[in-house]
């Protein structure tokens, strides 16, 4: 059975519950272009705690619950 108490959202994910939020809207709101959105996403970068930090305070998941 899946914990969903302690169950890590990825940002896709998150992007999803935000109104289907692309990856446009999020580069907007971090500052990122949507190609370092995607590059982020799929591996290619690094997500900085900067960013982590504010996806965490807009979307109002703990950031110790988002996987990346």
């Given at each position: 059975?899946?914990?969903?108490?302690?169950?890590?959202?990825?940002?896709?994910?998150?992007?999803?519950?935000?109104?289907?939020?692309?990856?446009?809207?999020?580069?907007?709101?971090?500052?990122?272009?949507?190609?370092?959105?995607?590059?982020?996403?799929?591996?290619k970068?690094k997500?900085?705690?900067?960013?982590?930090?504010?996806?965490?305070?807009?979307?109002?998941?703990?950031?110790?619950?988002?996987?990346?």
């Amino acid at each position: 059975m899946i914990d969903l108490q302690n169950r890590k959202f990825t940002i896709p994910e998150i992007r999803f519950l935000e109104n289907q939020m692309s990856q446009q809207e999020l580069g907007e709101l971090l500052g990122l272009s949507q190609y370092q959105i995607w590059a982020r996403e799929t591996g290619k970068q690094k997500w900085l705690l900067e960013e982590v930090a504010k996806i965490s305070e807009y979307s109002g998941i703990p950031i110790t619950r988002i996987a990346v």
